[in-house]
């Protein structure tokens, strides 16, 4: 039957006749105007007594209910409570260095070894003042907010970007002198039939002349040093984001013997169970999705000129620029 009906409806109308008809219900109060003007007011101004928007203020503001204005956030995506941080490069190499640094990890060199290398120092050994309430039925679990701090720690680590096994060394002190002794680890752990690529960030400590010398009396060892400001393409950095939420924030060490006990113990744990960190993005995906991104930044017209043109896609008229919104909810 429903076949049939949409063929008469065909035959009666044509094209037309295949729209949806009206159905029942209360007709519809919200205007797409209406919506397009809270979108607007939204993007494009912030209440006389705060920063930013809430669903009670735009909905004083717009003269609508409090779901309304919730719903119409909700189908567009935006949430003006929330913020987050970023921090464009200013290497001026920054092209070259993601080209080479990505190309290690989608296509590594034959007969060769690519570790992404890095340090998280200052490391605390914290203990509670008071004991912890463990979690129960409806109650999470709960500390205090204050600590005793029982020492730091720097752990050194070199993440296999095949296997996605971790090579790990604690140290009290974060200098060249320590570094280099990890250095000295790396080379006892990797055949020696290998050439060794190491990604590291500009931290001093990776440039004094110690390392330099260290590195030029072994010619297998090759730095490729990430973009200023780019931690995000260091492989390692996953790893270590991981020991922290896992393994050191809630924990309680008393003492910064307990702490590198529990940081080995994790790195035995899941170099067990290794699994290599996947890497997917192309450089050229990753450009794009700046030039993208320096588009829709306000007050971003200097920082997207100098992004886009080595890319050769994107290009900048003079002058000011002004901002147009597209009223089309996410995905639509």
């Not at 007594?49 to 309304?68: F, I």
């Not at 005793?148 to 002190?173: H, M, N, P, Q, S």
Request: net charge positive; charged share 30%.
């Amino acid at each position: 039957m429903t076949v049939g009906k949409w063929r008469r409806r065909y035959l009666a109308s044509g094209a037309d006749g295949l729209l949806d008809e009206s159905r029942p219900g209360a007709p519809r109060r919200i205007s797409d105007e209406d919506v397009e003007r809270v979108i607007a007011a939204t993007l494009e101004s912030k209440p006389a007594d705060a920063t930013h928007w809430s669903t009670r203020s735009m909905a004083r503001e717009a003269g609508m209910t409090q779901s309304a204005i919730s719903r119409i956030w909700r189908a567009f995506a935006l949430q003006p409570h929330r913020t987050e941080t970023f921090k464009l490069s200013k290497d001026p190499l920054f092209i070259e260095k993601v080209r080479d640094i990505v190309g290690l990890y989608m296509d590594p060199p034959e007969r060769a070894l690519v570790l992404s290398v890095d340090e998280k120092s200052q490391i605390q050994a914290l203990d509670r003042t008071q004991p912890l309430l463990p979690m129960r039925p409806g109650v999470v679990e709960r500390h205090t907010h204050d600590y005793v701090r029982y020492g730091t720690t720097t752990l050194f680590a070199a993440l296999d970007v095949k296997t996605g096994k971790v090579i790990g060394e604690c140290d009290r002190r974060h200098r060249a002198t320590e570094f280099r002794k990890f250095l000295d680890t790396i080379e006892d752990g990797v055949s020696a039939e290998l050439d060794v690529h190491l990604i590291l960030d500009n931290s001093s400590t990776h440039k004094t002349s110690t390392i330099r010398r260290w590195l030029a009396r072994r010619p297998r060892f090759h730095v490729h040093f990430t973009p200023t400001s780019s931690s995000w393409l260091n492989l390692v950095e996953r790893w270590l984001a991981n020991l922290s939420e896992k393994q050191i924030k809630r924990g309680t060490h008393r003492s910064t013997r307990q702490l590198e006990a529990a940081i080995r113990s994790y790195l035995d744990i899941t170099n067990a169970t290794s699994k290599p960190f996947v890497w997917t993005k192309t450089a050229d995906e990753i450009f794009d999705k700046l030039a993208a991104y320096c588009l829709r930044i306000s007050d971003s017209g200097g920082l997207a000129m100098l992004v886009r043109l080595p890319f050769g896609r994107f290009r900048l008229p003079p002058g000011p620029r002004t901002t147009r919104h597209v009223i089309t909810p996410p995905g639509k």
